[in-house]
C-alpha cells in the first residue's frame, strides 16, 4: 500500500517554462488536493477536488490548472512557471475531507528560475 | 488565509521533558487535526479531537480543546530526539461533508538529547 505518491521530487523549471506535478493514491479516496509550502507561510490549498470530473479552487489557485479524470490520479500544472512558484508542493488525499485524516505524498520541490 | 494559529513559533527543550504547543483558531469548527512534519518530508496525521470532545489521548500525546476559548493544546510528554519536527495544527470548519482543511504556520520543536 503506496498511499499518495508524487513526482518528481525535484524540479527546476526556468521562467515561462510549463509542467505536470503528478500524485498519485492508492486508497480509494474521493477527495484529493494540492498545496504549497512557503517559509513562513504554513500550507496554503491551492485546488482541490472531492471526485472524478470535479474540481474546484482553493486559496491561491492563480498559474495553476488541475484535472481529475480518475479517483486514483490528480495532476497539478503550471501553466507558465513564475519565479513566485518556487515552493514546496504537497499532494494530499482524504476519505472524508475535514472529518478524517489527510494522507499526504512526500512533496515536490520545485524552483524556477 | 490561516484559520489556526500556533503558539510558541519555536521550542527547545530536553529530551524528557514534555513539550506543550498551542493552536487558536476563529471560527467555529467540526474538528481540529494535529500534523507533523518531519524535515524534508510530507505531513504526518497525528490525533484528530472533534468539536464535542474535550481531550484525547494517543500513546504519548495528548490534546485538549475548548471550544469556548477557539483554542487547542498539544502536549508531547516524555520528549524524545525524535520527535524533533514541525507540528501544525489543522482546522476544518463546520460546513458539511466536505470541509477544507486549513493549517496554521506550525512550531518548530527542537528536542535536544
Known amino acids: 500500500n503506496a498511499g499518495v505518491t508524487q513526482t518528481p521530487k525535484f524540479q527546476v523549471l526556468k521562467t515561462g517554462q510549463s509542467m505536470t506535478l503528478q500524485c498519485a493514491q492508492d486508497?480509494?479516496?474521493?477527495?484529493m488536493s494540492w498545496y504549497r509550502q512557503d517559509p513562513g507561510m504554513g500550507l496554503r490549498l491551492i485546488h482541490y477536488?472531492?471526485?472524478?470530473?470535479?474540481?474546484d479552487q482553493g486559496e491561491v489557485p492563480n498559474g495553476y490548472n488541475v484535472s481529475r479524470s480518475t479517483t486514483e490520479d490528480f495532476p497539478l500544472r503550471l501553466l507558465s512557471a513564475a519565479p513566485s512558484q518556487t515552493s514546496v508542493y504537497f499532494c494530499?488525499?482524504?476519505?472524508?475531507?475535514?472529518?478524517?485524516?489527510?494522507?499526504f505524498g512526500q512533496g515536490t520541490r520545485l524552483t524556477v528560475v | 488565509s490561516q484559520q489556526g494559529e500556533e503558539d510558541p513559533q519555536a521550542l527547545s527543550i530536553q529530551e524528557g521533558e514534555n513539550a506543550t504547543m498551542n493552536c487558536s483558531y476563529k471560527?467555529?469548527?467540526?474538528?481540529l487535526q494535529w500534523y507533523r512534519q518531519n524535515s524534508g518530508r510530507g505531513l504526518v496525521h497525528l490525533i484528530l479531537?472533534?468539536?464535542?470532545?474535550r481531550e484525547k489521548h494517543s500513546g504519548r500525546l495528548r490534546v485538549t480543546l475548548d471550544t469556548s476559548k477557539k483554542s487547542s493544546s498539544l502536549l508531547i510528554t516524555a520528549s524524545r530526539a525524535a520527535d524533533t519536527a514541525s507540528y501544525f495544527c489543522?482546522?476544518?470548519?463546520?460546513?458539511?461533508?466536505?470541509?477544507?482543511?486549513?493549517f496554521g504556520k506550525g512550531i518548530t520543536l527542537s528536542v535536544r538529547p
Open positions: 471560527t467555529s469548527i467540526n474538528n
Open positions: 494530499a488525499s482524504s476519505y472524508l475531507q475535514g472529518h478524517t485524516e489527510a494522507f
Open positions: 486508497m480509494n479516496h474521493e477527495y
Open positions: 489543522a482546522t476544518a470548519p463546520n460546513t458539511g461533508a466536505n470541509s477544507k482543511l486549513t
Open positions: 477536488s472531492v471526485g472524478a470530473g470535479i474540481t
Open positions: 479531537i472533534r468539536s464535542n470532545e
